[in-house]
């Protein structure tokens, strides 16, 4: 399973970025993905997730209201829809692939991670 992660960059506090995680070789509305963040010298963090058959979300409570995880499994593509970004969330942002109906903000659920792309919020 292989996942790709992109569309990050820099923006301004306010701003918005649309990241994308699309799949090779592999369905990916079969699968679970979860979005998840690193930030220098802090702990990996889930933000987001969504299930496969029922497309069932999930949101951490400092992104909740901002961000907004949708799938096209027509492009096989994930997205994470960032609005109102701050400062706070400047991180490397994965995203993650499990074969299961259900998704977690746990990122031990998880089994194939892509390469993160880098989100910078400064003014």
């Known amino acids: 399973v292989q996942l790709q992660a992109s569309g990050g960059g820099l923006v301004q506090p306010g701003g918005s970025l649309r990241l994308s995680c699309a799949a090779s070789?592999?369905?990916?509305?079969?699968?679970?993905i979860g979005w998840f963040r690193q930030a220098p010298g802090k702990e990996r963090e889930g933000v987001s997730c969504?299930?496969?058959?029922?497309?069932?979300?999930e949101y951490a409570d400092s992104v909740k209201g901002r961000f907004t995880v949708s799938r096209d499994n027509a492009k096989n593509t994930v997205y994470l829809q960032m609005n109102s970004l701050n400062p706070e969330d400047t991180a490397v942002y994965y995203c993650?692939?499990?074969?299961?109906?259900?998704?977690?903000?746990?990122?031990?659920?998880?089994?194939?991670w892509g390469q993160g792309t880098q989100v910078t919020v400064s003014s």
């Open positions: 993650a692939a499990v074969r299961n109906s259900r998704c977690s903000l746990g990122w031990g659920l998880y089994d194939d």
């Open positions: 070789e592999f369905t990916l509305a079969l699968y679970a």
């Open positions: 969504i299930g496969s058959t029922d497309a069932s979300t």
